[in-house]
């Protein structure tokens, strides 16, 4: 769209800061004061005027005129990253709906230092490492031997599964890498972020290790060209021509790409397109020479006959023999070959010095895939079409015809002929027959065919040279980011020192120190086989990992889970995973059982140690999908008294507060069935200081094993704000069907307001069916006067009012315990811990007070729980105690069963059926009493004491207030006989259970 702007001036002037020219209501984007820009003739707010000009003093001055952030990137990095950066982040609710105090100018993110940082493109940092990783030592020592054991049909095949199985992880890589910012870390990062720490750690640390292993490997491969080379050609050895000299020279190159590793990564990168040359450069000669042909009848004995068809047809199919006194087989072939193909997420390890990861990682590790695979097809196909699968390398049998069944001699041929012989006249010489004896030479044999077949020999050495120490140095630099990354994420004890980086790259030079001592003792075995397929097994185990995270993430369905990379699906990625799984066994059973067992055992190790590791994974998604399925199919079950559980919603205010009754609502829940501790708070409390409760309460719990939810309701009416937790607590079934209060003890004392409060809280409760459990302990409940848990406000002005958890403060007494001491205010500056009862400035409790603290976490010796079953309350009487026995506290008591006389003179007859329902309710019991006399009357001191009690709440002419809070005469009355039995109930009491440890009424 253009636009007329009437005179010289660019389409996009500033005007100077000192001559505003913006006039009242001139700009679209705006309103005036009274937030009305729709008045006559009025634009949307996406529509410019043609004569409006782009001033600076209203680009610069909307940032003042507003306290709302803009979106950018850094507003969606986690607190560490956005401080890190120095970087303001968005206003918090607070600040947006209290404007108390200025907010920080939103400065723009302070831009990271460019100078000496290197960061690498998709070429440098991806396909060329991908590159040189896969065209390892098994392309020059391994691929013509392949391709002679299964021919070119099956060979072809082979090749094409072990990549199928590549690009299926690749195109998992590539989706995870481009599902968010890709960090250092590559595997382990993607691993560890979509599956969570417990699976992160495991393949990590087990990923780490291959590296190590995997650089020794390639250093081994390095030293047997060495070693072959100095063997054919200079007819000398170091040592002892065998182990030693692979060791000797082993160490020196592994020294090599330590140094290499230790300049930087863009020397790394500059070394490595100096390999890539050479390794170009000695498959250009290998096909050359294929087309040129074979020198001297040497050459041709050997196999190399020069690419023919009947050659090509001759390997054409599979010729399985016995190598190094092994029958091998397709699957013993695929073992040998698959480390060749291993390499693909070299630069993936690398993401964090990628200019853009989530770019460069699908790009680069699938061209390198795509390319490889089918310079090893072409370079196959080659082989099996100029080289016999098997030669003696006797030039004397070269001109010899093959035994024939009319002669039982080979006969010469060819010698008086006109033209000079073609391959296809020495398909039948005796040099090729080798089934009934041993040959040296051909593709089955001579590893060392494509330096036959090469133009110039030397160029397969020194091919064969930069394809191992490419893939050294590129493991080399791979396997200390993983451990910077897991030693920075806390994973494992001990990582610390290898968490910080050197340089402007943060190069883990710490990390490049102990994986060469690791490569170096794995260099030690100098076994090539060995070593092998070790390493093949731990990358097979990442990438299963990593196919499953694909798959899992795609089947959680997490809306968090959006990759960039669309060319996924996730049954694509689950065969993917028993690909590797499957290719793991096959290569070597024991070793991949021994793998897996290592992770599981480095997985439990993350999951019980619990690191602070909140990252989003794909198992917080299933964990969430399967909570919501079982809440949702737990809501269509219709509830049946066998399966009945007691749920319980206590009123325990915050849990560190009053830990016997969250002790002993947990000792009836544990393991077991549902516990919400509920909490009323006074309104307006600030949502900072609101935050923090949940958080304190739900680290008191966790740190004290309890498992609870937390729930608090803001109100400054404790009744009214528990009867919203009474409705409100709980999901579908998963709600509380029974009420656990302390004991109002001090109900005389307290304005009449707070018991009538009290009273119809549990009124409530049974008016919503639920059940009311009210405890009574020695003591008290509230140890708030004594035990450090008040919350601390970090970097707060605003606290939670103390009465929301003191019971001395009228309507807020909600579990009417023991009267205690008025708070004593603590250090502002000391940071209390909430797991462990202590006192004030950290001093130890005395023993009378902790033991009453703790009362319901002592294991109590023998006694008894006494169970007063009066009357029939649908079984919770005695259920409730049943589950206390089996708790390992009480297991060392008993039950009493206590219950009346329902009718005169059957006593032993009710004593009878009492014993056969607690029977078939399967209830052990101690002993079982019958109450013959509750109707008896009272005694006069027990009338008094009665009387005593219910004084101050009697209905006096001079009493002021509610008058349900006080007594009549006419109630007395009314009630005279369901008092007589409640006093005859104490005397039981006092009777039989003074000493029992436990009473249950």
């Given at each position: 769209?253009?636009?007329?702007?009437?005179?010289?001036?660019?389409?996009?002037?500033?005007?100077?800061?000192?001559?505003?020219?913006?006039?009242?209501?001139?700009?679209?984007?705006?309103?005036?004061?009274?937030?009305?820009?729709?008045?006559?003739?009025?634009?949307?707010?996406?529509?410019?005027?043609?004569?409006?000009?782009?001033?600076?003093?209203?680009?610069?001055?909307?940032?003042?005129?507003?306290?709302?952030?803009?979106?950018?990137?850094?507003?969606?990095?986690?607190?560490?990253?956005?401080?890190?950066?120095?970087?303001?982040?968005?206003?918090?609710?607070?600040?947006?709906?209290?404007?108390?105090?200025?907010?920080?100018?939103?400065?723009?993110?302070?831009?990271?230092?460019?100078?000496?940082?290197?960061?690498?493109?998709?070429?440098?940092?991806?396909?060329?490492?991908?590159?040189?990783?896969?065209?390892?030592?098994m392309l020059f020592l391994r691929l013509t031997w392949v391709m002679g054991q299964g021919g070119v049909f099956v060979g072809v095949a082979l090749l094409t599964l072990c990549n199928l199985v590549t690009t299926i992880t690749a195109l998992s890589v590539s989706a995870v890498s481009t599902n968010g910012q890709i960090k250092g870390g590559g595997i382990y990062?993607?691993?560890?972020?979509?599956?969570?720490?417990?699976?992160?750690?495991?393949?990590?640390?087990?990923?780490?290790?291959?590296?190590?292993?995997?650089?020794?490997?390639?250093?081994?491969?390095?030293?047997?060209?060495?070693?072959?080379?100095?063997?054919?050609?200079?007819?000398?050895?170091?040592?002892?021509?065998?182990?030693?000299?692979?060791?000797?020279?082993?160490?020196?190159?592994?020294?090599?790409?330590?140094?290499?590793?230790?300049?930087?990564?863009?020397?790394?990168?500059?070394?490595?397109?100096?390999?890539l040359v050479m390794l170009l450069a000695a498959q250009v000669a290998f096909i050359v020479g294929a087309a040129i042909g074979p020198y001297t009848d040497e050459q041709r004995a050997q196999g190399f006959l020069g690419f023919d068809w009947e050659v090509f047809k001759s390997n054409f199919a599979p010729k399985f023999s016995v190598t190094d006194g092994e029958?091998?087989?397709?699957?013993?072939?695929?073992?040998?070959?698959?480390?060749?193909?291993?390499?693909?997420?070299?630069?993936?390890?690398?993401?964090?010095?990628?200019?853009?990861?989530?770019?460069?990682?699908?790009?680069?590790?699938?061209?390198?895939?795509?390319?490889?695979?089918?310079?090893?097809?072409?370079?196959?196909?080659?082989?099996?079409?100029?080289?016999?699968?098997?030669?003696?390398?006797?030039?004397?049998?070269?001109?010899?015809?093959?035994?024939?069944?009319?002669?039982?001699?080979?006969?010469?041929?060819?010698?008086?002929?006109?033209?000079?012989?073609?391959?296809?006249?020495?398909?039948?010489?005796?040099?090729?027959?080798?089934?009934?004896?041993?040959?040296?030479?051909?593709?089955?044999?001579?590893?060392?065919?494509?330096?036959?077949?090469?133009?110039w020999g030397p160029m397969i050495y020194i091919g064969c040279f930069a394809a191992s120490l490419s893939s050294a140095i590129a493991t080399l630099c791979s396997g200390p980011r993983i451990l910077m990354a897991m030693a920075q994420d806390k994973l494992y004890p001990g990582l610390g020192p290898f968490a910080v980086g050197w340089g402007p790259n943060q190069?883990?030079?710490?990390?490049?120190?102990?994986?060469?001592?690791?490569?170096?003792?794995?260099?030690?075995?100098?076994?090539?086989?060995?070593?092998?397929?070790?390493?093949?097994?731990?990358?097979?185990?990442?990438?299963?990992?990593?196919?499953?995270?694909?798959?899992?993430?795609?089947?959680?369905?997490?809306?968090?889970?959006?990759?960039?990379?669309?060319?996924?699906?996730?049954?694509?990625?689950?065969?993917?995973?028993?690909?590797?799984?499957?290719?793991?066994?096959?290569?070597?059973?024991?070793?991949?059982?021994?793998?897996?067992?290592?992770?599981?055992?480095?997985?439990?190790?993350?999951?019980?140690?619990?690191?602070?590791?909140?990252?989003?994974?794909?198992?917080?998604?299933?964990?969430?999908?399967?909570?919501?399925?079982?809440?949702?199919?737990?809501?269509?079950?219709?509830?049946?008294?066998?399966?009945?559980?007691?749920?319980?919603?206590?009123?325990?205010?915050?849990?560190?507060?009053?830990?016997?009754?969250?002790?002993?609502?947990?000792?009836?829940?544990?393991?077991?069935?549902?516990?919400?501790?509920?909490?009323?708070?006074?309104?307006?409390?600030?949502?900072?200081?609101?935050?923090?409760?949940?958080?304190?309460?739900?680290?008191?719990?966790?740190?004290?094993?309890?498992?609870?939810?937390?729930?608090?309701?803001?109100?400054?009416?404790?009744?009214?704000?528990?009867?919203?937790?009474?409705?409100?607590?709980?999901?579908?079934?998963?709600?509380?069907?029974?009420?656990?209060?302390?004991?109002?003890?001090?109900?005389?004392?307290?304005?009449?307001?707070?018991?009538?409060?009290?009273?119809?809280?549990?009124?409530?409760?049974?008016?919503?069916?639920?059940?009311?459990?009210?405890?009574?302990?020695?003591?008290?409940?509230?140890?708030?006067?004594?035990?450090?848990?008040?919350?601390?406000?970090?970097?707060?002005?605003?606290?939670?009012?103390?009465?929301?958890?003191?019971?001395?403060?009228?309507?807020?007494?909600?579990?009417?315990?023991?009267?205690?001491?008025?708070?004593?205010?603590?250090?502002?500056?000391?940071?209390?811990?909430?797991?462990?009862?202590?006192?004030?400035?950290?001093?130890?409790?005395?023993?009378?007070?902790?033991?009453?603290?703790?009362?319901?976490?002592?294991?109590?010796?023998?006694?008894?729980?006494?169970?007063?079953?009066?009357?029939?309350?649908?079984?919770?009487?005695?259920?409730?105690?049943?589950?206390?026995?089996?708790?390992?506290?009480?297991?060392?008591?008993?039950?009493?069963?206590?219950?009346?006389?329902?009718?005169?003179?059957?006593?032993?007859?009710?004593?009878?059926?009492?014993?056969?329902?607690?029977?078939?309710?399967?209830?052990?019991?101690?002993?079982?009493?019958?109450?013959?006399?509750?109707?008896?009357?009272?005694?006069?001191?027990?009338?008094?004491?009665?009387?005593?009690?219910?004084?101050?709440?009697?209905?006096?002419?001079?009493?002021?207030?509610?008058?349900?809070?006080?007594?009549?005469?006419?109630?007395?009355?009314?009630?005279?006989?369901?008092?007589?039995?409640?006093?005859?109930?104490?005397?039981?009491?006092?009777?039989?259970?003074?000493?029992?440890?436990?009473?249950?009424?």
């Open positions: 769209m253009e636009q007329n702007l009437g005179d010289d001036r660019s389409r996009f002037h500033v005007s100077k800061i000192d001559t505003p020219q913006p006039k009242p209501n001139s700009s679209p984007f705006f309103c005036d004061d009274d937030g009305d820009n729709s008045g006559g003739g009025g634009m949307s707010a996406l529509q410019v005027p043609e004569s409006y000009n782009y001033e600076g003093t209203f680009l610069a001055s909307l940032h003042a005129m507003t306290r709302e952030a803009f979106p950018r990137e850094m507003n969606y990095r986690n607190i560490y990253s956005i401080a890190k950066a120095g970087a303001a982040g968005r206003p918090t609710l607070p600040e947006l709906l209290h404007e108390d105090g200025e907010r920080k100018e939103d400065a723009e993110v302070a831009q990271e230092s460019k100078k000496g940082i290197v960061k690498l493109g998709w070429i440098l940092g991806v396909f060329l490492p991908c590159l040189l990783n896969i065209w390892g030592v990062y993607m691993i560890s972020r979509s599956l969570g720490a417990e699976f992160g750690g495991a393949i990590g640390l087990m990923f780490w290790a291959a590296n190590c292993i995997a650089c020794a490997m390639h250093t081994i491969g390095f030293c047997e060209a060495v070693q072959e080379m100095m063997r054919a050609d200079f007819k000398t050895w170091i040592v002892d021509d065998a182990k030693n000299d692979i060791r000797i020279i082993g160490v020196i190159a592994l020294i090599f790409c330590l140094l290499v590793c230790i300049v930087g990564m863009q020397w790394v990168a500059r070394i490595q397109v100096v390999l029958q091998h087989s397709f699957f013993s072939v695929f073992a040998v070959y698959f480390p060749a193909v291993t390499g693909i997420v070299a630069g993936a390890n690398l993401s964090g010095d990628l200019k853009d990861p989530s770019y460069a990682i699908p790009l680069g590790t699938l061209a390198a895939i795509v390319g490889t695979f089918f310079s090893y097809i072409l370079l196959g196909l080659i082989s099996t079409g100029a080289v016999m699968r098997t030669a003696s390398g006797n030039v004397t049998e070269l001109y010899l015809m093959g035994v024939t069944d009319n002669s039982t001699t080979p006969t010469p041929f060819l010698l008086n002929a006109l033209d000079p012989p073609t391959a296809s006249d020495f398909i039948l010489s005796q040099a090729f027959q080798c089934d009934d004896r041993d040959c040296k030479y051909g593709l089955l044999y001579n590893y060392q065919t494509m330096t036959m077949i090469s133009s190069d883990p030079i710490r990390g490049y120190m102990i994986c060469f001592l690791v490569a170096v003792g794995f260099l030690l075995i100098a076994e090539l086989n060995a070593v092998g397929t070790l390493t093949s097994n731990f990358y097979l185990a990442a990438y299963s990992l990593i196919n499953f995270c694909v798959f899992h993430a795609e089947l959680m369905k997490s809306p968090g889970w959006r990759p960039g990379f669309k060319y996924y699906t996730a049954w694509l990625s689950l065969i993917g995973t028993v690909l590797c799984i499957a290719a793991m066994f096959l290569i070597n059973w024991i070793t991949a059982l021994i793998t897996y067992g290592l992770i599981i055992i480095f997985y439990l190790f993350v999951w019980y140690r619990k690191p602070d590791a909140n990252w989003g994974s794909s198992m917080q998604a299933a964990a969430y999908s399967g909570a919501l399925k079982s809440s949702h199919d737990l809501w269509n079950i219709e509830e049946h008294v066998k399966n009945f559980r007691p749920q319980i919603l206590c009123m325990s205010g915050f849990p560190g507060v009053r830990p016997p009754l969250v002790d002993f609502a947990n000792l009836i829940t544990k393991q077991m069935s549902l516990l919400v501790c509920g909490n009323v708070i006074p309104e307006g409390t600030a949502l900072s200081a609101r935050t923090n409760l949940v958080r304190q309460s739900r680290a008191w719990l966790n740190k004290h094993k309890i498992r609870s939810f937390y729930q608090h309701v803001e109100d400054d009416s404790f009744e009214h704000g528990a009867k919203v937790l009474i409705q409100l607590a709980g999901l579908g079934n998963l709600r509380p069907n029974m009420m656990l209060l302390g004991y109002k003890s001090d109900w005389r004392e307290a304005p009449k307001n707070d018991v009538i409060a009290y009273v119809n809280v549990v009124h409530s409760a049974f008016e919503h069916f639920m059940a009311v459990g009210i405890l009574r302990v020695k003591g008290g409940l509230d140890y708030s006067s004594v035990l450090e848990t008040i919350l601390h406000m970090e970097n707060e002005t605003e606290e939670v009012d103390s009465h929301s958890f003191n019971d001395d403060h009228g309507e807020f007494n909600d579990l009417g315990a023991e009267k205690k001491e008025p708070k004593r205010k603590k250090s502002a500056n000391k940071k209390v811990s909430v797991a462990e009862p202590r006192g004030y400035e950290g001093v130890n409790l005395p023993m009378t007070v902790l033991s009453n603290v703790t009362r319901f976490q002592q294991k109590h010796p023998k006694g008894f729980i006494d169970v007063y079953w009066l009357y029939d309350d649908g079984g919770l009487t005695i259920l409730l105690p049943y589950i206390i026995q089996r708790r390992q506290a009480f297991r060392n008591c008993k039950l009493r069963i206590f219950t009346l006389l329902s009718k005169s003179g059957g006593l032993e007859e009710q004593q009878r059926n009492m014993a056969k329902l607690l029977s078939k309710f399967r209830i052990d019991f101690a002993d079982l009493i019958v109450i013959p006399d509750l109707q008896k009357k009272a005694q006069p001191s027990s009338k008094q004491l009665f009387q005593d009690l219910i004084e101050p709440c009697r209905k006096k002419g001079q009493n002021t207030g509610r008058e349900d809070a006080y007594i009549t005469d006419e109630e007395l009355e009314i009630f005279r006989e369901r008092n007589n039995r409640h006093m005859r109930l104490r005397e039981l009491l006092l009777e039989h259970s003074a000493t029992s440890t436990m009473i249950i009424m």
